[in-house]
């Protein structure tokens, strides 16, 4: 069984929906608002030190925190290469770069602008957020420009749909991607129906 600490809606979502994909046993715990709970920090940071999600506790009680790594670690455990391109198929190379051009590019400007206040003084947080939003837009464009269809691959699914159809859903917000991501929208909206993800996206954005 794994056990994966997260929250609704979170990053988390990223590594739950892989979960369910592979049809792994897994068990969810939320720890709950880390930015409004001292009590689901402190629950967090005995996990991970860094206090954040995911973090994923395998069968044997080893700890794995890191998105895409815990995506890399999932496809070799399964076996499986039905979200990650293995090391022969030509799509590879493609999807290791843009892995991480998300989880080292965008996944981080949530961070900074989340709670501005972390980073930068209060008089100027307010456009301190202003500009991390407006930088995650352009790198968003950066990966329209390079989306394939009907997944970003082209024809092969992969993990990197997932971290799409769910990141899509935090700041700008699919009405943003509608209008200004209209590839990546697609993906998003595809990866919305597959039948294998239905109930992670409905337990953790509902409505």
């Known amino acids: 069984m794994y056990t994966l600490f997260g929250q609704p809606g979170w990053g988390s ?3 739950e929906a892989q979960l369910a994909f592979y049809g792994l046993p897994y068990v969810v715990e939320d720890v709950g608002d880390l930015f409004k709970s001292a009590e689901a920090r402190e629950r967090m940071t005995k996990v991970n030190p860094l206090g954040q999600t995911p973090a994923l506790v395998l069968p044997g009680g080893m700890v794995m925190t890191e998105s895409a790594a815990i995506t890399l670690l999932l496809a070799d455990i399964t076996g499986s290469t039905a979200l990650v391109p293995g090391p022969g198929e030509v799509e590879r190379a493609a999807f290791l770069r843009w892995l991480v051009f998300m989880v080292t590019n965008i996944y981080p400007t949530f961070t900074y602008a989340d709670l501005p206040e972390r980073f930068a ?3 100027s947080a307010r456009a301190f957020r202003k500009n991390v939003d407006a930088y995650q837009q352009r790198l968003w464009g950066h ?3 390079a989306a394939g269809e009907p997944w970003f691959l082209g024809e092969r ?4 749909d997932v971290f799409i159809a769910t ?3 935090w700041r700008p917000e699919r009405a943003w991607f509608a209008e200004n991501g209209k590839r990546l929208s697609g993906i998003a909206m595809r990866a919305d129906a597959r039948p294998e993800l239905v109930t992670v996206w409905a337990r953790n954005f509902p409505g």
């Open 13 to 15: 979502v990223l590594v």
């Open 121 to 123: 003084p209060a008089e």
């Open 143 to 145: 990966m329209e420009d």
């Open 157 to 160: 699914f992969s993990a990197v």
């Open 167 to 169: 990141m899509a859903r």
